[in-house]
């Protein structure tokens, strides 16, 4: 590869200003053997451009060391698990270019010298770089601090007691564990109620509610949606977004993918699959009658399951024009949601609505508007950046915003106390500090 090298530079021993901060470390084999050996030296230095890209992408600085390794950092200001989130999907689209080499991951307080971090974080992704015999079929191992906050919303795999990284959860868990076993939800008694409450305003007058759920990562948001939902997720129809923040503002991005699960669509499917599955949902829905194969058409443009549009004048002409394209999903979405509810109470859950898009928060308040006296029932999970980005959310429609404050000292003790503690201390200190941030915890 045409590029410049420069040694890793030596840890010092000298006092420093240089700046800490907690960063995501990647560590990857620059060159996979059966592919390199057939790329030319422009195709080399195209290939390594197109890796500084995946970096960038995920927000990370790419640089090529003289081991021929490559080492992308990833710092930023949210909270440690989105960091740790991000450099996963970094790693795995760096492996997937690279042609399947190893990588490793490591998470922790570092100092950052020149375009380098320095200090235990590098010597610890270095110690984890998978050795042969050839490592299991993820080939990206962590370590403690990354799998810990990573265990929420990825696979992590056990082999040999070391930690390897899977695909990401088709369903995040919602319950946190403790040696595998669930841990009590407690002082979120207030919260509860007041949702039960909304709730059951809402399917006995009828009518139709948004509620909005505020709260600094790690105080449990989803955890209290989990909670409400065990209790209704019998007596309602329920449909599930969740934001992903590598394709935050998508236009219609988080309401696409809570229908494509109410529908049971799945990624990678045919698309006479994908349009079956429409249909057949929209055609279970008595109320709808005539309309129902114009609904499902434009059901179909936001779940990319397109129809054709030979003898559909409304759908040809709308695919011209971009404004009336909108209006035209409006009333699918709205009539679709108007069916649902006729037949029994509809509950959407938002998750992450922060990483959300400006599209989906409005159609779902035209829907809100247009259900009225029907038991439509939004609860959405968001952080409180998510006022800066919607500012006049759902405003006009009735509901109830909710503020999660930090667990009363007495709550967070009975939630922690465990019967052997020794089990779950962290090996290193800034593991010990990244979980504390993750999880939103004074230390």
Avoid at 199 to 207: A, G, N, T, Y
Wanted: proline share 7%; net charge neutral; charged share 25%.
């Amino acid at each position: 590869m045409v590029e410049d090298r420069f040694e890793m530079p030596a840890p010092s021993v000298e006092i420093t200003t240089a700046e800490r901060r907690v960063m995501c470390v990647i560590l990857a084999e620059g060159r996979s053997a059966e592919i390199d050996a057939t790329l030319s030296e422009a195709e080399c230095a195209a290939r390594t451009e197109a890796l500084r890209r995946i970096a960038a992408r995920h927000g990370g600085r790419l640089e090529l060391l003289q081991s021929q390794r490559l080492l992308v950092a990833l710092s930023g200001v949210e909270a440690p698990t989105d960091l740790a989130a991000r450099a996963a999907h970094c790693a795995i689209a760096l492996r997937a270019e690279l042609g399947g080499v190893p990588l490793s991951i490591a998470t922790g307080m570092a100092e950052v010298a020149g375009r380098l971090p320095v200090g235990a974080l590098l010597d610890r992704v270095v110690q984890l770089f998978p050795q042969r015999p050839r490592p299991p079929e993820s080939g990206i191992r962590l370590d403690g601090a990354t799998a810990g906050l990573l265990a929420r919303s990825f696979d992590i795999l056990q082999v040999d007691e070391r930690s390897w990284l899977g695909g990401p959860k088709e369903e995040p868990d919602s319950v946190p564990r403790l040696l595998a076993k669930p841990t009590p939800c407690v002082g979120r008694e207030r919260e509860l109620l007041q949702l039960a409450a909304e709730w059951r305003h809402c399917v006995d007058e009828p009518s139709a509610s948004a509620v909005v759920v505020v709260g600094a990562p790690g105080l449990g948001k989803s955890r209290l949606a989990w909670e409400f939902l065990r209790e209704r997720s019998e007596a309602a129809e329920v449909w599930i977004g969740r934001a992903d923040p590598m394709a935050a503002g998508s236009a219609f991005g988080l309401l696409a993918q809570a229908l494509r699960r109410a529908m049971g669509i799945l990624d990678g499917e045919p698309l006479e699959v994908r349009r079956s599955k429409v249909l057949a949902r929209v055609e279970r829905l008595d109320g709808l009658g005539a309309k129902a194969q114009h609904v499902a058409a434009f059901l179909g443009e936001l779940v990319r399951a397109p129809f054709p549009d030979e003898g559909d004048v409304q759908l040809h002409t709308a695919r011209q024009s971009s404004m009336l394209m909108g209006d035209r999903l409006r009333e699918g979405f709205e009539s679709f949601v108007w069916a649902e509810c006729q037949q029994r109470p509809v509950l959407l859950l938002l998750e992450d609505l922060h990483w959300g898009d400006l599209p989906t928060v409005m159609l779902i308040d035209a829907a809100l508007q247009h259900a009225g006296s029907l038991p439509f029932f939004v609860l959405a999970l968001a952080r409180p950046e998510v006022h800066e980005l919607f500012p006049a959310l759902w405003s006009e429609r009735h509901g109830l915003r909710i503020r999660l404050a930090p667990l009363p000292r007495r709550a967070s003790e009975l939630r922690h106390a465990l019967p052997n503690k020794s089990l779950l201390q962290p090996r290193q200190n800034e593991q010990c500090v990244v979980c504390a941030r993750s999880r939103g915890e004074r230390y």
